[in-house]
């Protein structure tokens, strides 16, 4: 699958297929990345990421592209820790919500922005942090309907609730 993606983005010319081929690419790589754990995998399927969001017009057609890249830089982060992964997830996935409309792409954007901050909370320490991963949590919930969802959201806005409680003061 990757060597055919490979071959398809060769034959593709600039043009706004070329981010759908790049997309796909980056899709398969992560994929095989998860299978293997090959970070030069990983790697690859984040600058194909960033490549695909750079050829999609601004707008809602483009949050998509952010939402997986910011997935992909989530995963690096958890594998290497790396802060400026996760701050740039954060700020894809805060560029991402402003161009998207309410419904369910809202609701599960804030609940990936809310678990990303409460990370960033955990490596910066400052308050503002946690605040924020709060709010975005309790509005996905708001847009989250009775369902699975729903209870992973509650789930999340509880542990967030939680180490608010055990950072305040007694």
């Known amino acids: 699958a990757v060597a055919m993606g490979e071959e398809a983005l060769k034959l593709t010319p600039s043009g706004p297929d070329r981010a759908v081929y790049v997309h796909n690419l980056g899709v398969r790589l992560q994929a095989r990345f998860e299978r293997s754990g090959d970070p030069a995998d990983l790697d690859r399927s984040i600058a194909l990421g960033e490549e695909a969001a750079t050829l999609v017009p601004d707008g809602p057609a483009r ?35 402003a161009s ?3 419904g369910p792409d809202r609701a599960t954007a804030l609940a990936n922005l809310s678990v990303r901050l409460l990370l960033w909370y955990d490596h910066t320490g400052d308050a ?11 509005e996905a919930l708001a847009l989250t309907p009775s369902g699975p969802d729903r209870a992973t959201r509650l789930n999340t806005l ?12 007694a």
């Open 63 to 97: 949050a998509p592209y952010l939402t997986l890249l910011a997935s992909r830089l989530h995963t690096r982060y958890r594998r290497t820790s790396d802060p400026s992964d996760l701050r740039k997830a954060i700020a894809l996935g805060e560029r991402a919500l």
């Open 100 to 102: 998207l409309g309410e």
């Open 158 to 169: 509880s542990r967030l609730l939680a180490v608010r409680v055990g950072r305040s003061p």
């Open 128 to 138: 503002s942090d946690l605040e924020r991963a709060i709010a975005a949590a309790e």
